[in-house]
């Protein structure tokens, strides 16, 4: 177990063609998810819902957002990592991790 969470596991680290434009996939999906959320749910007059108020979106809804999206992109690069160190292979993937888009919008 320790040959899997030492530091000897992120030298197996190596970006790959297409991971930078994965990335702004992924980031640009979120953003737009996250503003056509944050505008659906507010108190705009003609536009919002009026679901939630401004304070609990920008207080707690979008910081808590943020945190699960770092710790989740983290935890599925570690486990990522762990895998190809297992293994030794050099061509395991971590699982993007962000906001499920059709998920959001049934809410």
Same mark, same amino acid.
């Given at each position: 177990?320790?040959a +899997?969470?030492g530091?000897? /596991?992120?030298? @197996?680290?190596?970006?790959?063609r $297409?991971?930078? =434009?994965? #990335?702004?996939?992924?980031?640009?999906?979120?953003?737009? &998810?996250?503003?056509t959320? &944050? @505008?659906?749910l507010? %108190?705009?007059? $003609?536009v919002? +819902?009026?679901i939630? =108020?401004?304070?609990h979106i %920008?207080?707690? /809804? +979008?910081?808590?957002l943020?945190?699960?999206?770092? #710790?989740g *992109?983290l935890?599925?690069?570690?486990?990522? /990592?762990r895998?190809a160190?297992?293994?030794g292979?050099?061509?395991?993937v971590?699982?993007?991790?962000?906001? *499920? &888009?059709? $998920?959001s %919008?049934?809410?």
């Amino acid at each position: 177990a320790a040959a +899997l969470c030492g530091p000897g /596991v992120w030298r @197996n680290l190596q970006f790959a063609r $297409g991971d930078i =434009s994965g #990335f702004f996939q992924l980031a640009g999906d979120n953003i737009a &998810t996250i503003l056509t959320l &944050t @505008n659906l749910l507010s %108190y705009k007059p $003609g536009v919002g +819902l009026g679901i939630m =108020s401004d304070e609990h979106i %920008y207080g707690s /809804v +979008l910081p808590g957002l943020g945190i699960s999206m770092v #710790f989740g *992109n983290l935890w599925y690069t570690w486990l990522a /990592v762990r895998l190809a160190a297992k293994e030794g292979r050099d061509d395991v993937v971590a699982q993007p991790y962000g906001i *499920n &888009t059709p $998920g959001s %919008y049934a809410l």
